[in-house]
């Protein structure tokens, strides 16, 4: 899908490399930056340090003079505005304007919004826009009033301030989950699971260091190993940790013999 961030006027070096980070993170690297407070921004040494790794999203990234040139190629604009305004397109949340767009539903719910645009699904040759205004006045509403929609995300009402970073990687997250976001990483393996021979050579072996420093009766072992061998089956041990309890049986049988 193609999506593009842009950030107009951004103030603080920092932002620029937490946006691109939070892009990084949720597989997007198209990054346009609409007359930035410093023409260097991209390579500063601050904006670098907040990318953490996701410097090939800043080589890719583009800075120009006016929002027109930001948007060249894409159809849909989505305004980021905490402030609702009274006149301009329809205020929702990100998950809520997802949902709309990719059902084809924008139409039923928008009077602005004309049948011909959202007659066909949504496509990557659509191409969707997000809009991020200035961290120290926000977007300007020039900007937003040309927008499909003004997401704002749900905060707090009695403190609703995201730092442009934040921003940007929250609207990221969810547009990657409306898209079908990625699979949870599973767990690395634990290794090959230890057979009935290897556990019952280990269990012997415990035996003999049990009974060594005098745990175990060998008169009188009672249901002693036959507990432990319960307690193991359900440990679903692999052979690497049949090792180490194999080493830990055999320190106690070095502890258990007397010193010569």
Same mark, same amino acid.
């Given at each position: 899908m193609k999506t593009r961030f842009i950030l107009i006027q951004t103030s603080h070096a920092g932002n620029v490399g937490a946006a691109a980070r939070a892009m990084k993170t949720m597989g997007f690297d198209d990054l346009v930056l609409?007359?930035?407070r410093w023409p260097n921004v991209l390579s500063r040494e601050e904006t670098i340090q907040r990318a953490s790794g996701a410097l090939d999203v800043l080589e890719k990234a583009r800075i120009v003079a006016t929002l027109d040139e930001a948007l060249h190629g894409v159809s849909h604009l989505c305004a980021t505005a905490m402030t609702p305004r009274d006149f301009g397109p329809p205020t929702r949340t990100p998950r809520e304007h997802f949902d709309l767009l990719l059902k084809k539903e924008l139409?039923?719910? &928008?009077?602005?919004?004309?049948?011909?645009?959202?007659?066909?699904?949504?496509?990557?040759?659509?191409?969707? %826009?997000?809009?991020?205004?200035?961290?120290?006045?926000?977007?300007?509403?020039? &900007? /937003?009033?040309?927008?499909? /929609?003004? *997401?704002?995300?749900?905060?707090?009402?009695?403190?609703?301030?995201?730092? *442009?970073? %934040?921003?940007?990687? *929250?609207?990221?997250?969810?547009?990657?989950?409306?898209?079908?976001?990625?699979?949870?990483?599973? %767990?690395?393996?634990?290794?090959?699971?230890? &057979?009935? /021979?290897q556990l019952a050579g280990m269990l012997a072996h415990w035996e003999q260091a049990l009974a060594a420093i005098g745990f175990l009766d060998p008169a009188a072992p009672k249901k002693l190993m036959p507990r432990l061998n319960?307690?193991?089956?359900?440990?679903?041990?692999?052979?690497?940790?049949?090792?180490?309890?194999?080493?830990v049986a055999k320190s106690m049988l070095q502890a258990a013999r007397p010193n010569r």
């Amino acid at each position: 899908m193609k999506t593009r961030f842009i950030l107009i006027q951004t103030s603080h070096a920092g932002n620029v490399g937490a946006a691109a980070r939070a892009m990084k993170t949720m597989g997007f690297d198209d990054l346009v930056l609409v007359a930035p407070r410093w023409p260097n921004v991209l390579s500063r040494e601050e904006t670098i340090q907040r990318a953490s790794g996701a410097l090939d999203v800043l080589e890719k990234a583009r800075i120009v003079a006016t929002l027109d040139e930001a948007l060249h190629g894409v159809s849909h604009l989505c305004a980021t505005a905490m402030t609702p305004r009274d006149f301009g397109p329809p205020t929702r949340t990100p998950r809520e304007h997802f949902d709309l767009l990719l059902k084809k539903e924008l139409a039923a719910h &928008d009077g602005y919004a004309t049948e011909a645009y959202f007659s066909q699904k949504f496509t990557p040759e659509s191409g969707m %826009a997000f809009l991020f205004g200035s961290e120290r006045f926000g977007m300007a509403n020039e &900007d /937003v009033y040309r927008c499909h /929609v003004a *997401l704002s995300i749900p905060t707090n009402p009695q403190f609703g301030s995201l730092n *442009l970073g %934040a921003a940007v990687q *929250l609207i990221a997250y969810e547009w990657r989950q409306a898209l079908g976001g990625f699979t949870v990483q599973e %767990a690395a393996s634990q290794g090959e699971r230890a &057979d009935a /021979v290897q556990l019952a050579g280990m269990l012997a072996h415990w035996e003999q260091a049990l009974a060594a420093i005098g745990f175990l009766d060998p008169a009188a072992p009672k249901k002693l190993m036959p507990r432990l061998n319960q307690l193991f089956n359900r440990a679903q041990l692999t052979q690497e940790e049949i090792h180490i309890l194999r080493g830990v049986a055999k320190s106690m049988l070095q502890a258990a013999r007397p010193n010569r």
